[in-house]
């Protein structure tokens, strides 16, 4: 009997993940462009491609061949998916094509009753980006290189399970289980970081990966209120916060909303952690609702990026909801 499972990143620019004002003067002028969000769910990574809704995407695929509640079998069945950059020159689009670096397939870990799969996909983009670097040569005019490393595990009782095993620190990841829906993110993306460093012998290709920091997947209705945050009217404040700092202390008094924008908080009650969230997640609403003081500590497990916006930018209803999907005790 044949088996097949899958698990796919697909990374993609939002336009919170840019920062400074040089880079985000190159991309608010339109000569190069943020992406929009990508859907919950994929059921044609082709036809994203061909629309330019994303960078790159690495899809891991395998399949495993049961006799007699044994792996006889196995093998991949997917690979790294690049996708164009297009710049504006005057008034004219260009489309640069990318450099897609060769699919790292390690040789699968066959077991009698599992198999494990670890695969690497990435490339560069095709736009030049004359550069300084931290490491001889010093000097860089490729593009840094994009990639993400996955393991998938395949089970003779036909269960699987993915891991994000290391990832390029930009641009953002998203990840999608073998059934097309987004299950996980990578939580920090580094943009200063992966332009200055990833090149060469600094990446899998070189025998070097980073570390990738996984969290759990904001719900749909977070998604949908991020969008009214962040382009629904008046602009949020951003802010910038080192880790070990916390954005605020149970029992502060506070009426506004935060959305996470990068990097991971650590939510506490009474000293205790409750929960660890990452990008997309908005935090506040119970001090909205409730009196207007905290009724949870919220503490920064990495240098974080989070916007501030004021809580009449929201509707009360979708508070509601929010605060009943947190299920967070309320004071």
């Not at 336009?15 to 608010?28: I, W, Y």
């Not at 007699?68 to 196995?74: L, S």
């Not at 710049?87 to 004219?92: G, I």
């Not at 290391?166 to 996980?184: E, L, M, N, Q, T």
Request: charged share 25%.
């Amino acid at each position: 009997m044949r088996i097949e499972s899958s698990v796919t990143t697909v990374s993609w620019i939002p336009s919170e993940a840019v920062t400074g004002p040089l880079l985000r003067g190159t991309f608010d002028a339109g000569f190069t462009h943020y992406d929009d969000p990508l859907p919950d769910s994929i059921e044609d990574l082709e036809a994203l491609r061909a629309a330019s809704a994303f960078r790159f995407a690495n899809r891991l695929a395998a399949w495993v061949e049961i006799e007699n509640g044994r792996i006889v079998d196995a093998g991949y069945s997917g690979g790294g998916l690049m996708g164009s950059t297009t710049v504006r020159l005057a008034k004219v689009n260009a489309t640069f094509q990318p450099v897609a670096l060769p699919d790292i397939c390690q040789e699968p870990e066959l077991a009698d009753t599992a198999v494990r799969f670890v695969q690497t996909t990435g490339g560069r983009t095709g736009l030049p980006a004359p550069r300084r670097v931290k490491h001889p040569p010093f000097m860089q005019f490729r593009a840094p290189t994009v990639w993400t490393t996955l393991g998938l595990t395949m089970r003779a009782d036909g269960t699987s399970s993915f891991e994000v095993l290391g990832a390029s620190k930009f641009p953002r990841h998203w990840v999608y289980d073998a059934d097309g829906k987004i299950s996980a993110k990578v939580g920090l993306a580094d943009f200063k970081d992966w332009y200055r460093d990833a090149f060469g012998k600094y990446t899998p290709w070189g025998n070097r990966d980073s570390k990738a920091l996984v969290t759990a997947v904001e719900t749909a209705l977070e998604r949908q209120l991020s969008v009214t945050i962040m382009s629904g009217g008046k602009k949020p404040a951003i802010r910038n916060l080192k880790k070990g700092t916390f954005l605020v202390k149970q029992g502060d008094p506070g009426a506004e909303l935060f959305l996470l924008l990068d990097g991971m908080l650590s939510v506490t009650i009474d000293g205790e952690s409750v929960a660890e969230v990452g990008p997309g997640a908005i935090l506040g609403e119970g001090a909205v609702l409730d009196g207007g003081f905290r009724a949870a500590s919220l503490e920064a497990m990495t240098d974080i990026r989070v916007a501030v916006a004021p809580a009449d930018q929201i509707d009360h209803g979708a508070l509601v909801q929010l605060r009943e999907q947190h299920r967070l005790p309320q004071r």
